[in-house]
T-cell receptor, first 114, second 113 residues
Framework: DAGVTQSPTHLIKTRGQHVTLRCSPISGHKSVSWYQQVLGQGPQFIFQYYEKEERGRGNFPDRFSARQFPNYSSELNVNALLLGDSALYLC?????????????FGSGTQLSVL | GENVEQHPSTLSVQEGDSAVIKCTYSDSASNYFPWYKQELGKRPQLIIDIRSNVGEKKDQRIAVTLNKTAKHFSLHITETQPEDSAVYFCAASSSTGGFKTIFGAGTRLFVKA
């Protein structure tokens, strides 16, 4: 039984570039949410999607965008990368996208911006 | 904006002792409070959660209490074991104004054998 999978596991980019991170939810889960985790801090909510619709958005600039596909997988895009975007990006899936559901996290994508 | 404060940031206990981690939330619309455990290099995993219509919940050595009036909730781990060593995150979640889950900054728990 596959869990939440994220790709790539590690990524190195330079300032100004853009990046696309990918997430596949657990089979049967229709909701995906994205979090940014800076070293030593808790995950910060970026987006939540359910049935391809954005259901929630955190306090992140417009450089961050996301989408969900018909198979419920998701992409997180970040444009014009800044040094401060360096972090672990976590994806989590849940069955119905309700705020009081258990989240299943992936292992994350470690992004380094040089 | 909404935030969740978590204390202490680091906690060291002797094996067999109890550990208590406390969180305070600001968004009065929050009504779901999960706790996640993250071991070094691994993904966060839910260990226990509580909804706002309940004041306390227990699962073996782990318990969570909620005081809605004071906007406080706490994690209690009894009879700690070395494998309890990890970072613990509290979170507060609401659906008012859109899905929102706010995490605390985490508590690094060390259980000394």
């Amino acid at each position: 039984d596959a869990g939440v999978t994220q790709s790539p596991t590690h990524l190195i980019k330079t300032r100004g570039q853009h990046v696309t991170l990918r997430c596949s939810p657990i089979s049967g889960h229709k909701s995906v949410s994205w979090y940014q985790q800076v070293l030593g801090q808790g995950p910060q909510f970026i987006f939540q999607y359910y049935e391809k619709e954005e259901r929630g958005r955190g306090n992140f600039p417009d450089r961050f965008s996301a989408r969900q596909f018909p198979n419920y997988s998701s992409e997180l895009n970040v444009n014009a990368l800044l040094l401060g975007d360096s972090a672990l990006y976590l994806c989590a899936s849940s069955q119905k996208g309700q705020h009081n559901e258990k989240l299943f996290f992936g292992s994350g994508t470690q992004l380094s911006v040089l | 904006g909404e935030n969740v404060e978590q204390h202490p940031s680091t906690l060291s206990v002797q094996e067999g002792d109890s550990a208590v981690i406390k969180c305070t939330y600001s968004d009065s619309a929050s009504n779901y409070f999960p706790w996640y455990k993250q071991e070094l290099g691994k993904r966060p995993q839910l260990i226990i959660d509580i909804r706002s219509n309940v004041g306390e919940k227990k699962d073996q050595r782990i318990a969570v209490t909620l005081n809605k009036t004071a906007k406080h909730f706490s994690l209690h781990i009894t009879e700690t074991q070395p494998e309890d060593s990890a970072v613990y995150f509290c979170a507060a979640s609401s659906s008012t104004g859109g899905f929102k889950t706010i995490f605390g900054a985490g508590t690094r728990l060390f259980v000394k054998a």
